[in-house]
Structures are given as C-alpha cells and as structure tokens.
C-alpha cells in the first residue's frame, strides 16, 4: 500500500516567474486599478473565446449578478436554476430581488435538467441560469431553443467552463451573457476575478458603465495625459472593477491556458484508465463537447458498491490526498431552507449525486505519479486492494 510522504491538494494555483514578473511589472508602474491592462486582459479574452465583448470584472459573482441587472431582472421576476452550484449562484439571483426556482439536474452529468427546467417556466420567469458543472457544457442546442422558444435571458455560469466547447465552439460565444471566474482554483487565477462575455453590444457599455459605479468615464480615461477631471453619473452600478494588478496576473495565465488545459486532460485521460474497473461513475464527455476539466468528479456507483463517500475521503487523507466535494446542494443551507422551504427530497437526482460524489486533484502542475497514487489510494479504500 503506498502512503504519499508528501500531502497532494487538492487544488493548487499554479503561479510561474511570468507572473511575478507581470504582477511587479504593474506596481511598479504607477497604475493599479482599472486600467490598460485590464483592456489588454479583455482584448486577449475576446480573442480566445471568439466573442465581439468582453468585460473583466471583480468576480464571477460580480459578474452574475451585473449579467442579471443587465436584463433588468428583479422583484416579481423567477429565474430557474440548479442546486448543484456554489451560492453564489443564487446570491446573485436574490441581489437582484428576483427568486431562484430550482429544478432537479440530469443524474449523469451534473448539469441542470432542461426538461425540468422547461415544466418551471411560467409568466414570471425571466431567465435561466445554468451552471456548466465540472467543465462539462450544458446541453447548449436545448438551452438556447428554450431562450428562442420562451425569450428568456439565459445567463451561464461558466466559472467552472473556460476552455469548454460544444459542437466546436467555446462556452461563452452562444450569444448569451456567460461568466466565468478567475478565482484561485479555476483553470485560470487572477486571485479573485471574473469576467463576462457578450455578443450584444447594447449590453456592453451599460455593463462597463455598471461595474464601476456609473460613472460615465473610467478613472483611467480621467486620470492619463490628455483627459479631464469631469464626469456624470448616468446610472446606479457597484464597484465591480477588475484591477490592473489582477489582470497582469491573468494575461500570462491566458497565455498559458492552452498548455494548462492540456495537462488537465491527460491528468483526466489517465484517471479513466486508472479508475474504470473500481466502484465508480466517472465523469462523461460526450464527442460533440470538449470538457474543461475544470473537476474531476467521481460517484460512488451504489449498485456495485456499499462504501460511504464520507469513509473514502477520510481514507484518501490518511494517505494524505486532498479532496473536495462539490457541491453541498443550495437547498440543504440553513439560510434558504427558512427562506423558500426547500426540502432535499424535491431533488432526488441532486440528492444522490450529492450523497456519493467526490472531486479527486486536478490540477496542471500534478504528476501522472501523483494520479496513479490517488487511483491506488482509491483501491485500497473502495476494494481493499
Ligand atoms: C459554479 C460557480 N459559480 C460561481 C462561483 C463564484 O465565483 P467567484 O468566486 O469568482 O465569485 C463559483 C466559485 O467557486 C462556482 O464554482
């Protein structure tokens, strides 16, 4: 039985000499916040992702939650999404003063049930927000009959989905409003920062104006050579603001992304092999998809075994294996069970997703080594050998 001398994460930024430099690079230079680089982070985003606008904001919960005000959602208004999200999903939702409607997900791949979703739509919804799980796209072609069919504002959380494509083309590029997150553990960092990507270009003044306050002109344009200490504020926005700093960080990491996501696939690629004949469902690409794998998210297959998730993870940390879950489903906190009487019954398909899955470690900077040996800790807990 191996036993790792050294403790595996389960999640780590992977943060080269590049990026020190950049970062350094901008405190030096006499200009933090908002300002050329983050255009240049924007610019270079666009170009990746194919799309016409980008805006780089604080978060993805920023960028949630100014995608939602964009199309004027709120009070009176129903926006449908998953439990199988992190909160800030539906923070950004109740900011508004809309409600979140959750609906059950698809028990395959994580991702919110369209068929569910289309039964909850009535004359108060306004948008549907789904969340790319793990990386994985959301069945993109029913999402977006559903937009054409009921126009509906779809708003995607794409935090976990940069480098995701469905039938060729990537996650952000559908012509909806899609966020992504640079937070310390996505595919790419900026320590904490988002970003949305739009095709509408009525949308994306109104967005840029939004993220800092509304004010009519950034300070940026104010403050360089040639501009003007006067500005109007033309509508109510939120400090929402990318920094040059954060941006600095995320330009050499897009710079990186290619090679990233090609090490996070053939991490991917030999956890299937490795894992394929234990106890377990693994997580699924379909051919017409390119997964992020932003996650590598595994089930307990309970017809084959009895194990508790809880056990299994206890048992990876004394081989010193980090591991998360993902996600703990909305309905089951405390706060929104006494708000909107959410019950985990109603979601069985979340329910048995939540009560066996495990996220192992995936990262770029891993080893093939170091897959081997969660493949074997997974072994030994699940089969004894
Ligand atoms: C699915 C999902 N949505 C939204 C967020 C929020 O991202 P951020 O921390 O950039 O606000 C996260 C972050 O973990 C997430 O996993």
Redesign the pocket.
Known sequence: MVMRQNFLPYNQPDIGDEEIRAVTQVLRSGWLTRGPVTQQFEQTLQDLLEVPYVVAVS????A?HLALVLHNVGPGDEVVTTPM??V??INAILETGATPVLVDINPVTGNINLDAAKAAINEKTRAILP?H?GGLPVDMAALIALRDRYGLAIIE?A??ALGARYEGRNIGSFGNVA?F???A??NITTG???ALSLTDPDLVQKARTMSLHGLSRQAWNRYSSGGTWAYDVTMLGFKYNMTDIQAALGLTQLARLGDMQKKRRALAFRYHEKLSRLPLKLPTEPSFTDHAWHLYAVRLDRNKTSARRNTVIQDLARHAIGTSV??IPVYRFTYYQDRFGWRPEDFPMTEAFYETELSLPLYPSMTIQDVDDVAQALATSLTGG
């Open positions: 978060s993805c919960t920023a949630l999200t992190f800030a999903s969340v799980y959380d935090a976990h966020c997150s640079f937070y553990t996505k904490e920062g988002g993902h996600f």
